[in-house]
């Protein structure tokens, strides 16, 4: 198993698995985990996968994973295990991280982020010059917001209810080491976790942190020796 998610019905597992495929794990009523129907589609393997109530204007039913085949897959546990939405990278170009709402997919291609319309399957804008490595994490924070990680060690925070371009729409970064994986929590998802590629963990009120003071809701913890 390389990663999980819940649906939000609380009885469903979305699970990626080091064979390459997608598989759901269901709650059964006297506790026991049953395995599902399999998600297929997959050329290469799983990159990122996410679940959450947002995508599809909030139907709790769907996921998305991206692939080093060049795709982000949109599949919806009521129709079978074929997907219902697919967009494609420039060239075939790796995608390493994913996430959804509504109207919108981002995706982590390469060093650069993209952002497509649900609406057509197309790109809508790609931002290539934020990040010097591979991007692994991107989330939506907000309506019009979301943040970026990359393995260069920059965390970095757009915003586009104004307008959405590379340059103008960035709010602000934090920096560490390297990044592994990234993730928001918290009421309001207003706090950010890092786990790096040097075993620290990391955390951040993404806020505050982009307002350039020093020290602004930071914290770190490093794995026992």
Same mark, same amino acid.
């Given at each position: 198993m390389l990663q999980l998610e819940n649906l939000p019905d609380a009885?469903?597992?979305v699970v990626s698995v080091s064979t390459g495929g997608v598989k759901l794990v269901h709650l059964a009523d006297d506790g026991?985990?049953?395995?599902?129907?399999v998600a297929e589609g997959f050329v290469e393997p799983v990159t990122d996968l996410h679940a959450r109530a947002s995508l599809g204007n909030g139907d709790p039913h769907q996921f998305q994973c991206s692939s080093t085949d060049g795709f982000v897959r949109t599949w919806d546990t009521r129709t079978g295990g074929r997907p219902v939405e697919s967009y494609s990278s420039q060239h075939g170009r790796p995608?390493?991280?994913?996430?959804?709402?509504?109207?919108?997919v981002l995706g982590g291609v390469g060093d650069e982020i993209y952002l497509w319309d649900r609406r057509t399957r197309k790109t809508v804008k790609q931002? +290539?010059?934020t990040h010097l490595m591979d991007v692994v994490q991107v989330r939506w924070s907000g309506p019009d917001a979301f943040i970026s990680a990359s393995e260069d060690g920059n965390i970095a925070?757009?915003?586009l209810s104004q307008v959405i371009c590379e340059?103008?729409?960035?709010?602000?970064a934090v920096s560490i080491n390297s990044t592994r994986r990234m993730g928001l929590f918290g009421q309001d998802s207003e706090r950010l976790w890092c786990a790096s590629n040097t075993e620290t963990l990391h955390w951040w009120d993404w806020r505050a942190a982009c307002d350039e003071a020093p020290g602004s809701g930071t914290g770190t913890a490093?794995? +026992?020796n």
């Open positions: 009885r469903t597992l026991h985990l049953v395995q599902g129907q995608v390493y991280s994913c996430d959804g709402d509504a109207t919108r931002f +290539p010059d925070v757009f915003d340059e103008d729409s960035f709010v602000g490093e794995a +026992p």
